[in-house]
């Protein structure tokens, strides 16, 4: 197991897990490109990625536009001379049931969780296979298990599963990997951020351990350096993602009494 490091460029790097991560790639003095919208969140993460050890370079863009994305490839470039992990860490939850799924947010959401982590990557794929580099796409327990009120979500999860798996196998020949990480629900500003149709956001699952964003920085860092294609970052994720596949009776039954809960 070689220690990945070079330049890392992080979306959502201006708080909760994306910056986890960053600081966790500053601690072994990698240069980490740092993205998001808010700009002033963006510069503390700076200071904090220099204390850390790291080089950083801020680029502010909102990964939805493409002229943004094409400046955070472009500049990264530009400025470190390398690209060797891309994360796609940027997005945002929706808490509402399917059959109320407002279809202009659906396309919202999707052009954040899935149009662009899978543009940035075309977008750096050439200097990624110059550097033999690692993708890394933030999944979720929503990427293969759809709870309720999660519908929306998991949707967009699901098809950055999908891609994510395509490419992993696409891209073998030219040395550049893929890595999913699948964490359960983390104690960031997620639940805040999202969109929460009806008034509420969604139940809690039976049995979920709240893990913090900088044990997902470490589990992913440790991920990428072990060259995994995949990692559930707890047992909770593990046994989610084992029911779904093994057992999806068992999985629609918990599901059903979420359901009701959500309802009462
Ligand atoms: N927290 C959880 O329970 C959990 C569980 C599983 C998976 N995840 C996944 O982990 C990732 C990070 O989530 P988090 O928990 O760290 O949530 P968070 O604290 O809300 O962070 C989301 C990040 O995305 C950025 N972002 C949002 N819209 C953007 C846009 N249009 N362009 C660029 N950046 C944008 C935000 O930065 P700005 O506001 O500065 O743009 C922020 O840094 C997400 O993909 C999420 O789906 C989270």
């Known amino acids: 197991m070689s220690a990945v490091s070079g330049t890392v460029v992080v ?31 963006l510069a503390r993460v700076a200071r904090e990625v220099e204390g850390d050890g790291g080089k950083a370079v801020v680029i502010a863009a909102d ?5 943004d994305r094409k400046r955070l490839i472009e500049g990264a470039l530009a400025r470190t001379g390398r690209l060797d992990v891309l994360v796609n860490n940027a997005g945002r939850g929706y808490y509402g049931s399917a059959a109320g799924i407002d279809l202009g947010e659906l396309e919202a959401l999707f052009a954040l969780n899935v149009f662009a982590p899978l543009r940035l990557v075309q977008l750096g794929l050439d200097a990624l296979t110059r550097s033999g580099g690692t993708i890394v796409m933030l999944s979720s327990v929503a990427g293969v298990v759809a709870a309720p009120r999660m519908g929306a979500y998991a949707a967009s999860k699901f098809a950055l599963e999908a891609l994510s798996m395509a490419l992993r ?83 629609r039954w918990i599901s059903a009494v979420m359901a009701a809960r959500a309802r009462s």
């Open 11 to 41: 979306t959502g790097a201006s708080s909760g897990i994306g910056r986890a991560l960053a600081r966790a790639w500053a601690r072994r003095g990698s240069t980490l490109v740092l993205s998001g919208r808010d700009q002033v969140s």
């Open 63 to 67: 990964v939805t536009r493409e002229e």
């Open 169 to 251: 196998a696409e891209l073998v020949g030219a040395g550049v990997r893929v890595v999913v990480v699948r964490p359960g629900p983390v104690a960031t500003r997620f639940r805040e951020n999202s969109i929460s149709r009806e008034g509420r956001a969604g139940v809690r699952p039976p049995g979920a351990r709240v893990q913090t964003a900088e044990e997902v920085a470490a589990q992913t860092v440790r991920a990428v350096d072990a060259r995994r294609a995949v990692v559930e970052t707890t047992a909770f994720a593990r046994a989610a993602s084992a029911t779904a596949r093994m057992a999806p009776g068992a999985m």
